[in-house]
């Protein structure tokens, strides 16, 4: 599935909310909550039916751009204030931070906030929000669906995967700073004239 046809998913099934109520103590009011409020967000516990991985937006377009298109895909994915938020699988949370430490490109990667067990975190409206603006600032800080949830069981990475999104992440940020001449290199053998000063 190419990440062009992923992105264009900004609804959640009957299913993925079922899987999303599935976090809370009482599923069946959260659902039915959401069916009175389908625009509204909610705050969703972490830890029990997911983790969420949240990054800064830049760096999570890149995040899951490697996912999508050099590994195994993505859960859900949303994009909250500025961050993006990745749904991982239970106990990434704790795990992560330390496998960061661990890589000697995890100093290279920005802010990442891990939710786990004793988090809660705010998710989209499930249906989208379909009067929003679709460009402009007021549209990269809304909160939206980037891949929803779309079944009751979906697949989740773990810490080595999200390890594996975030250091691919931070070497092709690194490899598009780095400037690439289309011109051959000089002779270093060769002689310098200064020409500047011609009488």
């Known amino acids: ?10 609804a959640v099934t009957t299913e993925g909310a079922a899987w999303l109520a599935s976090a809370e103590t009482y599923p069946r009011s959260a659902l039915a909550h959401w069916r009175t409020r389908p625009s509204a967000p909610a705050v969703l516990p972490c830890g029990s039916a997911f983790d969420v991985v949240s990054v800064p937006a830049v760096f999570g377009r890149r995040m899951l751009d490697r996912l999508w298109e050099d590994g195994p ?3 859900p994915v949303a994009a909250h204030r500025g961050r993006m938020l990745l749904f991982a699988a239970p106990g990434t949370a704790p795990r992560l931070p330390s496998l960061l430490e661990w890589e ?18 705010t998710v989209p409206p499930l249906g989208g929000a379909p009067d929003a603006p679709a460009d402009g600032p007021a549209a990269r800080l809304e909160s939206r669906w ?9 697949w989740l ?11 691919r ?13 289309i011109f051959p290199g000089g002779d270093q053998g060769a002689k310098v004239y200064d020409v500047s000063r011609r009488r």
């Not at 599935?1 to 900004?10: E, K």
């Not at 980037?146 to 979906?154: E, I, K, S, W």
């Open 1 to 10: 599935m190419s990440i062009s046809r992923v992105r264009d998913t900004c």
């Open 73 to 75: 895909g993505s859960g």
């Open 104 to 121: 000697e490109w995890g100093s290279a990667v920005p802010s990442v906030l891990c939710h786990g067990t004793g988090d809660a975190v």
């Open 146 to 154: 980037l891949v929803a949830p779309d079944t009751r069981h979906p």
């Open 157 to 167: 990475p773990g810490p080595e995967v999200m390890l594996w999104a975030c250091v």
């Open 169 to 181: 992440a931070a070497r092709s940020a690194a490899s598009s700073a780095v400037r690439i001449s």
